[in-house]
C-alpha cells in the first residue's frame, strides 16, 4: 500500500481519477491507495498525515506543487532536505533519486527559495512519529516562479506529468508472489497446508517453473493427496 498526501484539491483530482480511487470518510482509495487532501499549510498537513497513518501506516509519499527561483516549472524533483524557515530546523528524508533538490517550508507565501512550500515540515514531522525514514516520500513539481505566477487551474496537468512516480512506487511495493497468494487463498487449506504449499509453489517460481493448475476438490482428502503429489514431485 502507498499513502499519497496533498495539499489541495487540484493537486489530488488526477491521482483520483488515473487510478480510480473512491471516497471513504474523506480518504480516498483502492486496493493499493489511500490518498487525502490535507488543505493548507504545516499544521494541517501534520494533523491529517497523523491522521491517516493512524490507520494505515504504510509507505508515504507527499506529492504536490513548489514555487522555486531556480528551476523551470513542470521541473518535479524528490526531495532529500526539508528546511523549515521559522525554526531553521532541517530534515532528512532518506528515500530520494534523481533528481533531488532541498525545499524550503514556509507559513505564508513569501518570497521565493530554490524550491518552497507551505507543507513539507508538517508532513514529515507527523509521519516520522509512524514510519522508519525511508519510508517517507517527498516529490515536488515547479508549479510557479518570481516570473510565472501560480494558477491552480495548471495543477492537474502538472500532477498529470509526473503521475508515472505514483506508478513506480506502487509497482516497487508490489509482492513478487502475489500470484501465489491468491491461488493459495482459492482452495480450502489448513495453516499448515498454507504453509507446505506456499513454500512449493515459491520454490517452483524461483525455478521458473509454471504453477500448476488447481483441481476441482470434491473433499479434504483429495486436496492432501494434491499437495503430497506436489511435494514428491520436487524430489
Known sequence: MLNIITALKPEAIEIIKHFKLKSNNN?????????????????????????????????????????????????????????DFETSHSYYPDFFKEKSSEIVCISKPSKYFKLVDMESSGFFEAAYKFLSVEKIIL???????????????????????????????????????????????????TQTQKIILKNILIYKKLKKQSLPKVPTFKNKKEVKEWINSLTNSLY
Do not use: R
Open 27 to 83: 480518504i480516498y482509495q483502492n486496493d493499493k491507495i489511500n490518498l487525502i487532501i490535507t488543505g493548507q499549510g504545516k499544521i494541517k498537513s501534520a494533523i491529517n498525515t497523523a491522521l491517516l497513518l493512524q490507520k494505515y501506516p504504510y509507505k508515504s509519499i507527499n506529492f504536490g506543487v513548489a514555487g522555486s527561483n531556480k528551476y523551470e516549472v513542470n521541473e518535479g524533483f524528490f526531495i532529500h532536505k526539508i528546511i
Open 139 to 189: 516529490y515536488k513539481i515547479v508549479s510557479d516562479t518570481p516570473s510565472y505566477k501560480f494558477n491552480p487551474k495548471e495543477v492537474p496537468t502538472l500532477i498529470k506529468n509526473h503521475i508515472h512516480i505514483i506508478e513506480e512506487l506502487i509497482q516497487e511495493d508490489k509482492n513478487p508472489f502475489e500470484d501465489i497468494e491468491e491461488l493459495i487463498h482459492s482452495i480450502p487449506l
